[in-house]
């Protein structure tokens, strides 16, 4: 992956989620998670994942972070944000991307690469529809950069899907 539209910035955040993800795990929950910035690179919403079972499985740390990030800023401040997540958005999670309004999504760890890690586990039937793919049939743009930094990002899943 080209990284010419990637700050140092970006990639701090980027990290940040990273070790979100492992303290997701060290929780006892998917190792995931999530944060929406402001035009600024302020953090405005962070969310690691909250669906294992029992339990709603649409509580991912994606969902929850855009929405969280919608609650307090306007639409135009939404269009101007960006998510970064330690995983690429699955389909579900790329909706809420849309329907909140986030103007860019900068990943780490590639569905392709979460698919190897996981396999055919149970609490991760994995898609194979790039967030790319979703965003692609709206009606507005959204910038996407990922994936980067995907053997850091693998390290929280080492062992957890076994």
Known sequence: ?????????DLALLRETIALSAD?????RHPFAALV???HGRVVARAG????????????????AVAAAAKVLSPEQMAKSTLFTSAEPCCM????VYWTNVGRVVYAL?????LELTGAHPENPTFS?????????????????????EDEASVPHHGFWK
């Open 49 to 64: 994942n909250n669906s294992m079972p029992p339990g709603d499985p649409t509580q991912h740390a994606e969902l929850l």
């Open 1 to 9: 992956m080209s990284t010419e539209n990637v700050s140092s910035t």
């Open 110 to 114: 590639s569905e392709h690469r979460l």
């Open 129 to 149: 529809l790039p967030c790319r793919e979703v965003f692609a049939r709206g009606q507005r743009p959204i910038g996407v950069v990922g994936p980067l930094l």
């Open 37 to 39: 910035a402001d035009e």
């Open 93 to 96: 999670c790329a909706g809420a």
């Open 24 to 28: 997701s795990r060290n929780r006892g």
